[in-house]
C-alpha cells in the first residue's frame, strides 16, 4: 500500500496551491479518500473528504477556498488550495481513513 502525495511548497498568502496523491496497493474506486494536515504542535484535522459516490465534506475553516478531487481511472485524489491565508506550515496528509491508509505528508508553509 502507497499514499504519495506531492504539491507542497511555499506560497504567498492569497496564493494558490495543488496537491495530489497517487496511490497504489489499494482498491481505490471502494474507498472514501481524505486531506487532513497537522499544524506543528496540534493535532491532525480533517481538511476534506470525498467518498466514492464524490459526496464531499469539508472543514469549516476551508469552505469556498478548497476544492477536493478524485480520479478513480488514476487512482489519485487532489486538492486545489486557493486564497491561501497566513498561518504557521502545516504537513498535509492523504488518507483512506477508514483502512487507517496514510500517506507521509507534503509540507504547506503560507507566509509573505
Known amino acids: 500500500v502507497q499514499l504519495v502525495e506531492s504539491g507542497g511548497g511555499l506560497v504567498q498568502p492569497g496564493g494558490s496551491l495543488t496537491l495530489s496523491c497517487a496511490t497504489s496497493g489499494i482498491p481505490f474506486e471502494l474507498y472514501t479518500m481524505g486531506w487532513y494536515r497537522q499544524p506543528p504542535g496540534k493535532q491532525r484535522e480533517l481538511v476534506a473528504t470525498i467518498t466514492t459516490g464524490s459526496r464531499i465534506n469539508y472543514a469549516d475553516f476551508v469552505k469556498g477556498r478548497f476544492t477536493i478531487s478524485r480520479d478513480n481511472a488514476k487512482n489519485t485524489v487532489g486538492l486545489q488550495m486557493n486564497s491561501l491565508k497566513p498561518e504557521p506550515p502545516a504537513v498535509y496528509y492523504c488518507?483512506?481513513?477508514?483502512?487507517?491508509?496514510w500517506g507521509q505528508g507534503t509540507q504547506v508553509t503560507v507566509s509573505s
Open positions: 488518507s483512506a481513513p477508514v483502512m487507517n491508509y
